[in-house]
């Protein structure tokens, strides 16, 4: 992407230095994930054309204008969460045009702050992945671990990997077999380059119990990968249940997604689970990281200590995927047992 389309029209042509700064910030898009900058032109060409249609400007936005944004958002039928990312966005934006954000003004607090109150009131709920649990992964690994099918072998070992590590899907993707070492028990170490939310130098260091190191090393030996160290380590397999080395570009997310389908034709509850935002029906990308952390914190594992292994940087997101665990574990609950067995 060498330019934020459609910034010819959203930006006046008059003000120099809006398109200078504009045009630095494109320069360096490295500085931001693909993701994120995905979401910013999915804002941009939203916002740009309600302003168009409701003869307002983009950019500057006003804080009124913002506010009515805000609000048309929340009656097109946009979940809350979905409109804080718009702001957040669109101040982004501002702030890399050397604008004042509109965000900071009270008129916008008080309209999320409406918005967030009436999300809640109606019922509106976080989304959440279905989870996929070690119970899940071991059923499976009974099912495919002697499977003769490439996609098998290689669908089983990124399920191992992906519940295994907690890494995100585009994290698992982007793995190679150059990545791999082994401990001094034989035991494999993924040297993770960078996170979502981990961009240092000195990367992330992921080790997989023995299973899980022999279920990825029998699909790297049978695959061939082992003498590929270029190669993704989860490529593609041809239909002539061969694996294909590639070093150009890993899976798409869609393909990684379908691991998780067909996991779920195999070995998922016979009853789906209610639908969850019209989505979540079935597992999907997010599903291993939200199993493992469940699983750990049914374990007694600290907070802390899920945060760590997910790459998390916030304790509310863990604690929104582990909110079930311990439900009747509280004090209240606690002390009236207690004195109920008095």
Not at 58 to 84: E, H, K, N, V
Not at 203 to 230: F, M, V
Not at 301 to 318: C, H, L, N, R, Y
């Amino acid at each position: 992407m060498t330019s934020l389309s459609p910034m010819a029209g959203l930006v006046p042509t008059d003000d120099e230095d809006i398109a200078a700064r504009l045009r630095e910030f494109v320069q360096d898009r490295e500085a931001f994930s693909d993701n994120t900058w995905r979401q910013l032109l999915s804002v941009m060409r939203i916002s740009y054309r309600w302003a168009a249609e409701h003869g307002r400007q983009f950019l500057p936005m006003s804080p009124a204008d913002l506010r009515d944004y805000l609000l048309w958002l929340q009656a097109s039928g946009r979940a809350s969460s979905t409109i804080s990312t718009h702001a957040a966005l669109i101040s982004m934006l501002h702030r890399n045009a050397g604008l004042i954000p509109p965000n900071a003004s009270p008129q916008v607090f008080r309209a999320v702050k409406r918005i967030n109150r009436s999300a809640v009131i109606s019922g509106e709920r976080a989304g959440q992945a279905v989870p996929f649990r070690l119970r899940d992964l071991l059923l499976l690994d009974a099912r495919w671990s002697a499977s003769d099918r490439l996609q098998q072998q290689r669908d089983l070992a990124f399920l191992h990997v992906a519940y295994a590590t907690l890494l995100r899907i585009s994290e698992l993707g982007r793995l190679r077999v150059r990545d791999i070492s082994r401990a001094a028990d034989g035991r494999i170490v993924l040297d993770v380059a960078w996170t979502k939310t981990i961009v240092m130098t000195g990367g992330l260091i992921k080790a997989l119990g023995a299973l899980s190191s022999e279920r990825l090393t029998e699909w790297l030996s049978c695959s061939g990968l082992l003498n590929e160290p270029d190669a993704f380590i989860f490529g593609p397999v041809h239909r002539s249940n061969r694996a294909l080395p590639v070093t150009d570009k890993p899976l798409s997310t869609r393909s990684l997604e379908d691991i998780f389908a067909r996991a779920w034709h195999e070995a998922g509850p016979e009853q789906a689970p209610r639908a969850n935002k019209n989505r979540y029906r079935a597992w999907s990308g997010h599903s291993a990281r939200v199993g493992a952390a469940i699983d750990m914190a049914t374990n007694k594992f600290s907070t802390a200590q899920i945060m760590q292994e997910g790459t998390w940087k916030k304790p509310e997101t863990v604690m929104r995927y582990i909110r079930h665990v311990d439900a009747h574990a509280g004090a209240m609950v606690d002390m009236m047992e207690r004195r109920q067995q008095e």
